[in-house]
């Protein structure tokens, strides 16, 4: 019987090659040394590959497979990965998601000390110029200062015992875990992001999402104190570069230490140009003790796959034919984008998700359940959810997940109904599917309306009175944004919900702006 062959395209640690090979029926291709052209000829029989940053797995790549099953990224990020068209093909994608956690935390540490004393600088001063003068290198101590965490992840939660140990004030920010994840490790817990931005040093670890992407800009920056100093160790694109230059040459922020950059390599970016900054080539998972992980655990997932026994850490993963009816394979996605939509309009803790079905479509829900978690939860961990390990992680954050099946009492063949609790109230949107394969959300909030569930949108809540719409219109077009369609909802009880389908992003002070109306109950910014 011919071997299964697993191909390698990047670099990674020895020990995974030793793994991978002593698995006697299966075949190992070493082709990280190949070039990229060549690379499509020698994955086309391949039943799994094992990639990293250098293999862009794209329409050229997805075209050159014929017998793929599954995609192993060596690493966290999958930015180089087409999941979309990997799901399309029934290509399962994997990652690696903690391998490097501890390496991370190291260097985001490396760095605080580093801006702290200036030690790169002072260090070149000594050995390149031979100049000696301690008056020129004073620095500050960490022992005292205020260190605010954004993201209290794996990697956050980390950096925040150790700063504790070098007798730091620490606080954290995070909307998407029960504040006694920080306050029983000693660490204080807010939900004003202002208190962070108080802080004496400030390093963030979060996903990068359309959420987090410029979450400290221009005007972030000028509420921070004097001589701030800020760390990203996480994800390129975090901070505003051009905000984050500015304030570095102004003086602003006293001293950046930067390992992730927006566009990389960075080697003309004009950061560089600073001598108040601290940089690295994306080096966080530069161990040889978190490369034999990333390694190990990406041979393991390999293997796994490979035998069809697990899917460590996938990322997404194909709904198998004759599994499910053809009429709910439509829900599987309308599911998963009211969940998410649910998510962003309700951006807190989440205690419980409910899926509720009326029709045929209620004798599936436990088939569906896992896509309403994944959609909840993607809104506030990203890439770090995943079909697999949906369930568990909605365990372990104590969300309650069920299913109801009730009659039958809409206007539509089939329903669908997410409910979701926070800590802050309910959100419910209800959706169904037409033929053709049509979705629509049909209710929000139990105010009816009709939406495809596509685009940007914001979501306003009103008192129904006259003039909102004017007035909504006003505030988006003194800023140019164009309104693509205008969908209003309103009940007895004198209240109106609009969706507004927008052409462009929507920046956080228009809806500062919206918020600030009379009639306005509550504004949500929405991407689906």
């Known amino acids: 019987m011919a071997k299964k062959k697993i191909v390698v395209c990047d670099a990674i640690h020895e020990a995974g090659f030793k793994l991978l090979r002593k698995e006697e029926d299966v075949e190992v291709i070493d082709a990280s040394k190949e070039p990229k052209d060549k690379l499509l000829d020698i994955i086309a ?97 960490l022992s005292g200062k205020k260190l605010g965490i954004i993201g209290f992840g794996n990697i956050g939660s980390r950096v925040g015992v150790r700063a504790l140990a070098f007798g730091m004030d620490v606080i954290t920010y995070d909307p998407y875990i029960p504040s006694s994840k920080a306050t029983d490790l000693g660490v204080k817990y807010t939900t ?73 390599p960075a080697v003309d970016n004009k950061l560089l140009d600073l001598d108040n900054i601290t940089v690295t080539p994306h080096l966080g998972a530069n161990t040889y003790e978190s490369q034999r992980k990333i390694a190990t655990q990406a041979a393991e997932a390999a293997i796994s796959a490979l035998r069809g026994t697990s899917y460590p850490n996938a990322l997404n993963l194909p709904i198998k034919e004759g599994e499910i009816p053809e009429f709910v394979k439509p829900f599987v996605e309308l ?103 049509i979705q629509r959300i049909v209710e929000i909030n139990n105010i009816k309306l009709d939406i495809e569930p596509k685009g940007k949108m914001i979501i306003f809540e009103n008192k129904d009175v006259p003039g909102v719409i004017a007035q909504i219109a006003t505030i988006l077009s003194n800023h140019n944004i164009n309104i693509a369609d205008f969908r209003l909802g309103r009940d007895d009880k004198d209240l109106a919900l609009a969706v507004i389908l927008v052409d462009q992003s929507v920046p956080k002070e228009v809806i500062k702006e919206l918020e600030n109306l009379e009639s306005c109950i509550w504004v949500a910014y929405a991407v689906i």
């Open 45 to 141: 029989d391949a039943d799994v590959v094992i990639t990293r940053s250098p293999t862009e797995v794209g329409e050229a790549f997805l075209n050159a497979v014929k017998n793929l099953k599954a995609i192993v990224r060596a690493g966290v990020g999958v930015d180089n990965v087409d999941i979309e068209g990997c799901s399309k093909k029934g290509i399962i994608v994997m990652n690696v998601p903690t391998a490097n956690t501890i390496a991370a935390v190291e260097l985001t540490m490396a760095h605080m000390l580093s801006c702290a004393r200036s030690f790169p600088y002072a260090h070149n001063d000594l050995k390149q110029n031979r100049i000696w003068n301690r008056e020129k290198w004073y620095g500050i101590e």
């Open 192 to 264: 004003n992001f202002d208190d962070i931005l108080e802080c004496d040093f400030i390093t963030i670890h979060t996903p990068k999402t359309k959420e987090t992407v410029n979450m400290i800009s221009y005007e972030e920056i000028e509420k921070m104190k004097d001589g701030v100093i800020l760390i990203n160790c996480a994800r390129g694109g975090l901070y505003n570069e051009d905000a984050l230059y500015d304030a570095l040459k102004k003086g602003k922020v006293r001293f950046a230490g930067i390992d992730v950059f927006a566009k990389e």
């Open 335 to 437: 599911i998963q984008k009211m969940s998410y939509l649910a998510a962003q309009i309700n951006k807190h803790p989440i205690s419980s998700i409910k899926l509720i079905g009326e029709g045929e479509i209620a004798d599936y829900l436990n088939q569906l359940k896992t896509f309403a978690i994944v959609g909840a939860l993607k809104e506030s961990l990203g890439e770090q959810v995943n079909y697999v390990n949906a369930e568990f992680i909605a365990k372990e954050k104590d969300i309650e997940v069920k299913t109801q099946k009730q009659p039958n009492m809409s206007a539509f063949k089939n329903r669908v109904t997410v409910k979701m609790v926070t800590n802050s109230g309910v959100t419910k949107i209800s959706g169904t599917v037409f033929s053709e394969n």
